[in-house]
């Protein structure tokens, strides 16, 4: 009889502000369990322009077709170059939704990164029509923080799918909004 047990991995870091550590096999294979839960076939990942996502997925329903493909990242600090690949990706074909995955970080975190400069990566979040999902592949969870699938069916299965940072934005930074209405005027 063995004697010994394996320790639990250890998911949360330790440090200043809380974070969940997965490896991008794990987070690929729970996003890959999600899609086809949610009803998505996944495809072969190739080239849509001049970028290859990490993962592609479809469905039909009806006379509809969508189409999914997406960026998997297991740090924020990556979060930026991959919502660029994917703003590339949503330029080359509009009809694709795009998405960033990442673990789920600490929401201070999250909030300070998305509120910097004015809400500049918010707000270039949405004005490119990409979306950014937590994944826990430990509580088998996921959250779309940011945006919405053109597949409205889809948010059925997320966790907390109520849950948006838009109304965060909207009561926490008015000025924010206020700014940019005020700036795109002015353009015009």
Not at 2 to 22: I, L, T
Not at 30 to 43: D, P, Q, V, W
Not at 99 to 104: D, G, S, Y
Not at 165 to 175: G, L, P, S
Request: glycine content about 4%; hydrophobic content about 40%.
């Amino acid at each position: 009889m063995n004697d010994k047990v394996e320790a639990p991995k250890q998911r949360v870091s330790d440090g200043e502000f809380r974070h969940y550590v997965f490896g991008l096999s794990e987070l690929r294979t729970e996003t890959e369990s999600f899609l086809r839960r949610a009803g998505y076939e996944l495809k072969p990942s190739k080239f849509i322009g001049l970028v290859q996502p990490d993962f592609r997925a479809k469905r039909k329903a009806g006379n509809n077709s969508f189409e999914l493909a997406g960026m998997i990242r297991e740090k924020m600090e990556e979060a930026l170059d991959a919502l660029i690949k994917l703003a590339a990706i949503k330029a080359a074909n509009k009809d694709v939704d795009c998405v960033l995955v990442l673990p789920p970080i600490n929401e201070y975190l999250l909030i300070e990164w998305l509120t910097e400069e004015k809400g500049r990566w918010y707000f270039g979040t949405k004005d490119s029509r990409l979306m950014i999902w937590f994944c826990n592949p430990d509580d088998h969870t996921m959250i779309c923080v940011i945006g919405t699938a053109a597949d409205r069916d889809m948010a059925k299965h997320f966790y907390m799918s109520r849950m948006s940072f838009d109304e965060y934005i909207a009561v926490r930074h008015q000025d924010f909004i206020r700014d940019r209405i005020l700036a795109e005027e002015e353009e015009d």
